[in-house]
Nanobody
Framework: VQLQASGGGLVQAGGSLRLSCAAS????????MAWYRQAPGKQRELVAT???????NYADSVRGRFTISRDNAKNTVYLQMSSLKPEDTAVYYC????????????????WGQGTQVTVSS
């Protein structure tokens, strides 16, 4: 099981970006999916989570600006980021807390490789 993140880039403050993270492998189900970010010199922080039924939660710093969504048929999670600020600059990582494969193997704490988001002022 692997997660592949994409969609990062350089954007001006106030702009928008959409991140995607697709899970690959023989997947039966994915529980909670999430986006984290890590800025230079800082610890990794939780940005948003979404349950298998679509319930979402956000960090206070991004609530109202970011929207997390998922397509269970595609095993993909998205992060729509709007009104971006320079302080949103970070490497963004996707995560799946539990992935069940078709042969009923359980994979816990699966991480994507990260995608860089840079917001210029």
């Amino acid at each position: 099981v692997q997660l592949q993140a994409s969609g990062g880039g350089l954007v001006q403050a106030g702009g928008s970006l959409r991140l995607s993270c697709a899970a690959s492998g023989s997947i039966r189900s994915i529980n909670v999916m999430a986006w984290y970010r890590q800025a230079p010199g800082k610890q990794r922080e939780l940005v948003a989570t979404i349950g298998s039924a679509g319930s979402a939660n956000y960090a206070d710093s991004v609530r109202g600006r970011f929207t997390i969504s998922r397509d269970n048929a595609k095993n993909t999670v998205y992060l729509q980021m709007s009104s971006l600020k320079p302080e949103d600059t970070a490497v963004y990582y996707c995560n799946a807390d539990r992935v069940v494969t078709n042969d009923y193997r359980y994979n816990y704490g699966v991480w994507g490789q990260g995608t860089q988001v840079t917001v210029s002022s």
